[in-house]
């Protein structure tokens, strides 16, 4: 059998095998490129994303633009802590909150609700509470299957809150 790997992965193998001194053939090989490919790491790239007093003073939760990145996301402050998800709705992109649209947060405290499609989704983890696009017919929420808002670790420096977005 055959380790398969990202294409990354998979020149990591050769390299592995090769300053290794000996072939990477058999469960020895592999196992050393799965470690390997394991180990890549993305170091955080904390973004400023606004005050932890604006971000209280606007009802608990604000959208922001993070600098010269094309994201925006949704901050929720809740039980002391600051969470980012995606301000972009699983199912079809659109925003949770916008000009028209206004995310709603009445269906449990750690959710927020897509105005356009009423999915609630858990502000911490991300994943689908309830049921999805239960404003939609059937045939169309079944068009995409469920999938969890993109969370983003979060922290707050000096009253700063970051947000790491790749």
Request: aromatic share 4%.
């Amino acid at each position: 059998g055959r380790l398969e790997l990202e294409e990354g992965g998979a020149r990591m193998s050769a390299f592995v095998g090769v300053s290794a001194g000996g072939v990477s053939s058999g469960a020895h090989g592999r196992i050393a490129a799965a470690k390997c490919a394991r180990r890549s790491v993305r170091m955080m790239a904390w973004t400023p994303a606004g005050s932890q007093d604006e971000l209280v003073g606007s009802k608990g939760s604000t959208v922001v633009q993070l600098g010269d990145k094309k994201v925006k996301v949704l901050l929720k402050a809740l039980d002391g802590e600051v969470f980012a998800v995606s301000n972009k709705c699983a199912h079809l992109g659109l925003p949770l909150e916008g000009k028209v649209l206004k995310a709603k947060y009445d269906v449990q405290p750690e959710c927020v609700t897509c105005a356009a499609h009423g999915t609630s989704f858990n502000i911490k983890t991300g994943e689908v509470v309830g049921k999805w696009c239960p404003k939609l017919p059937e045939f169309v929420a079944n068009l995409k299957k469920p999938n969890p808002l993109t969370t983003y670790p979060c922290r707050v420096v000096d009253g700063t809150i970051e947000v790491d977005v790749p």
